[in-house]
């Protein structure tokens, strides 16, 4: 063999080899793409989950940006509630703060308000706090008399905030007996509820004679204003 042949085919055999090489690289992936496809293939792709992001029932929350999860519906769950709304205490009078007053502790009057010689007409009656502690009055004297088919009506017009006595402290209410209507009822004595509260006799200035018209104001705490609902009539 000829020193030309055997260069001929040291080329022949060279050229079959990149051949070879260039085959089996564009077969295989590059460094960055194999490293890349590993780490995507490790890293399998999480369902969306209530605290995902991309979730639909995802909720964002106002200032910060950040997911809050939701309760079913996508409405988001809420923090414990506010402060518990205090009660009223028992045994107040009317809001005042107070015990209500009690039977015991008071004392009752009524006096006349008609000219001497007058059928007795215009009534006023007293109520005093002889005990040691402050008390609350609500409402108006409930009048009832036996057999009545109701209680003598009060005036609306003289409702007022429920009164506060201290001890020593008085308030009133004005009773107007006859309206000339019918159903009179001749009696000395006045049988008083309060609300709430049990019932008194209260004595009357010599016999009065009550009837359908009768009426009487709230409970208030100056003499004056109780007696202007029932003067003029």
């Given amino acids: 063999m000829t020193r030309g ?6 080329a022949a055999a ?18 960055a793409d194999a490293s890349r496809d590993s ?6 792709s999480a369902p969306n989950s209530p ?9 964002k929350t106002g200032e910060t940006g ?7 519906g996508g409405v988001p769950a809420k923090s414990g509630g506010g402060p518990a709304k205090p009660s009223a205490g ?19 009057s009524a006096t006349n308000q008609d ?5 007795v007409r215009h009534l006023l009656l007293t109520v005093t706090n002889t005990g040691s502690a402050k008390c609350g009055l609500q409402g108006y004297p409930y009048l009832k008399f036996p057999h009545a088919r109701a209680p003598i009506a009060v005036i609306e017009d003289s409702k007022d905030a429920p009164v506060t006595l201290a001890p020593g402290e008085k308030a009133y209410a004005a009773l107007l007996a006859s309206g000339g209507r019918m159903d009179t009822y001749d009696t000395d004595t006045l049988p008083l509820g309060l609300q709430p509260g049990g019932p008194a006799n209260v004595a009357l200035p010599g016999q009065v004679s009550f009837d359908d ?4 104001t709230y409970w208030i705490p100056a003499s004056g204003l109780a007696l202007r609902f029932i003067m003029s009539s």
């Fill in 90 to 108: 028992p045994g107040n009078a009317g809001g005042t703060g107070v015990a209500a007053c009690g039977v015991g502790d008071l004392a009752f």
């Fill in 14 to 31: 060279a050229a079959v080899l990149g051949a070879l090489l260039l085959a089996s690289t564009a077969c295989g992936p590059s460094g």
């Fill in 5 to 10: 042949n055997k260069a001929i085919r040291k």
């Fill in 66 to 72: 950040k997911t809050a999860a939701a309760r079913p």
């Fill in 115 to 119: 000219e001497a010689g007058k059928p």
């Fill in 213 to 216: 018209g009768a009426r009487v």
């Fill in 39 to 44: 780490t995507t293939s490790e890293q399998p």
């Fill in 51 to 59: 605290d995902s992001p991309n979730s639909p029932n995802a909720v």
